[in-house]
C-alpha cells in the first residue's frame, strides 16, 4: 500500500465523484494567468521518457490535445483547488503530465484495433506498463492507470480519486466546452496558440464513432450523445 504521502503527491485522496467539490459558476473566480507551456510542463526523466513515447505513437491532433488539457488542468487546479498541490506540486503535476500524456493513447487505429478493450482500459493498462518501464514509482503508475480507466466515468454516486476527477473535468472543457467558468477566456487563448486545435471537434467526433462502431459493447456507448457534444463543442469552435 502507498504511504500517505505518495496518496497525496500523486493525486489518489478521493473527492465526490458528483462534482460537489467544483466551484459553481458564481463562486468560481478566474484569472487571465498566461500559461506558458515550457514553464508550466515538467522536466522530470519520466515525464521526458513518456513525452517521447507518446508523441511518436499519437496523431498530432491528438498530442495536442493532450497537452492542452494539461495547461486547463493545471490552471484549473491552480486556481480552484490549491489545496491539492501544498504539499507536493512537482510531483504532482508531473503525474497529471503523465495522465494527460497518455489518457488518449488507446484511441489510434493501432491500439482500438489490438484490443477487445474499451479504450480508456487499453489506454490505462498501457499506461502502466509503459510507466513502470520508465521506473515511475508504482504509486505513481497506479494512479495514472487509474485515472486513464475512469476518465469517462462521469456519474451522481461514489468518490474518484483527485487525478480521475482532473482528467474527466479537464478533457470535457476541451471537448465538449464544459464548464467554462473554471477557465479564463484569455487562458483558452493562449492554450491555443501553442496547441493549436487542427480541427479537434471533428477529429475526435470521429474517433468515438469509430470505436462504438468496432466495438459496440465499448465503455463510450454509457455516454449519451458523446460524439455529437464533441463535434458541436461551441467554447471551442472560434479556435477551430
Same mark, same amino acid.
Given at each position: 500500500?502507498?504511504?500517505?504521502?505518495?496518496?497525496?503527491?500523486?493525486?489518489?485522496?478521493?473527492?465526490?465523484?458528483?462534482?460537489?467539490?467544483?466551484?459553481?459558476?458564481?463562486?468560481?473566480?478566474?484569472?487571465?494567468?498566461?500559461?506558458?507551456?515550457?514553464?508550466?510542463?515538467?522536466?522530470?526523466?519520466?515525464?521526458?521518457?513518456?513525452?517521447?513515447?507518446?508523441?511518436?505513437?499519437?496523431?498530432?491532433?491528438?498530442?495536442?490535445?493532450?497537452?492542452?488539457?494539461?495547461?486547463?488542468?493545471?490552471?484549473?487546479?491552480?486556481?480552484?483547488?490549491?489545496?491539492?498541490?501544498?504539499?507536493?506540486?512537482? +510531483?504532482? @503535476?508531473?503525474?497529471?503530465?503523465?495522465?494527460?500524456? @497518455?489518457?488518449?493513447?488507446?484511441?489510434?487505429?493501432?491500439?482500438?484495433?489490438?484490443?477487445?478493450?474499451?479504450?480508456?482500459?487499453?489506454?490505462?493498462?498501457?499506461?502502466?506498463?509503459?510507466?513502470?518501464?520508465?521506473?515511475?514509482?508504482?504509486?505513481?503508475?497506479?494512479?495514472?492507470?487509474?485515472?486513464?480507466?475512469?476518465?469517462?466515468?462521469?456519474?451522481?454516486?461514489?468518490?474518484?480519486?483527485?487525478?480521475?476527477?482532473?482528467?474527466?473535468?479537464?478533457?470535457?472543457? +476541451?471537448?465538449?466546452?464544459?464548464?467554462?467558468?473554471?477557465?479564463?477566456? +484569455?487562458?483558452?487563448?493562449?492554450?491555443?496558440?501553442?496547441?493549436?486545435?487542427?480541427?479537434?471537434?471533428?477529429?475526435?467526433?470521429?474517433?468515438?464513432?469509430?470505436?462504438?462502431?468496432?466495438?459496440?459493447?465499448?465503455?463510450?456507448?454509457?455516454?449519451?450523445?458523446?460524439?455529437? +457534444?464533441?463535434?458541436?463543442?461551441?467554447?471551442?469552435?472560434?479556435?477551430?
Amino acid at each position: 500500500m502507498a504511504s500517505k504521502q505518495q496518496t497525496e503527491e500523486f493525486g489518489w485522496p478521493s473527492v465526490p465523484r458528483n462534482r460537489s467539490n467544483i466551484p459553481s459558476k458564481a463562486s468560481a473566480k478566474t484569472t487571465p494567468a498566461d500559461v506558458v507551456f515550457p514553464e508550466v510542463w515538467p522536466k522530470s526523466e519520466v515525464v521526458k521518457k513518456a513525452q517521447e513515447y507518446v508523441h511518436g505513437a499519437l496523431p498530432k491532433e491528438t498530442y495536442n490535445h493532450s497537452l492542452r488539457v494539461y495547461c486547463y488542468g493545471h490552471t484549473i487546479v491552480t486556481q480552484h483547488f490549491p489545496s491539492w498541490i501544498a504539499s507536493a506540486s512537482e +510531483d504532482f @503535476f508531473e503525474t497529471w503530465a503523465l495522465t494527460c500524456l @497518455f489518457h488518449d493513447i488507446g484511441t489510434t487505429p493501432e491500439n482500438r484495433s489490438d484490443t477487445h478493450m474499451s479504450f480508456e482500459f487499453q489506454g490505462g493498462f498501457m499506461a502502466l506498463q509503459q510507466l513502470q518501464a520508465f521506473d515511475a514509482p508504482k504509486a505513481q503508475a497506479e494512479s495514472v492507470c487509474e485515472a486513464i480507466i475512469r476518465h469517462q466515468d462521469p456519474g451522481e454516486t461514489g468518490t474518484i480519486s483527485r487525478m480521475g476527477q482532473l482528467v474527466q473535468i479537464a478533457t470535457e472543457f +476541451d471537448n465538449m466546452g464544459w464548464q467554462p467558468h473554471l477557465v479564463h477566456e +484569455d487562458v483558452i487563448k493562449r492554450v491555443v496558440e501553442q496547441h493549436p486545435r487542427l480541427q479537434w471537434s471533428s477529429c475526435f467526433s470521429a474517433t468515438i464513432n469509430a470505436e462504438v462502431q468496432e466495438k459496440p459493447w465499448c465503455h463510450t456507448t454509457a455516454l449519451e450523445g458523446f460524439a455529437e +457534444d464533441v463535434a458541436g463543442n461551441k467554447l471551442m469552435a472560434p479556435y477551430e
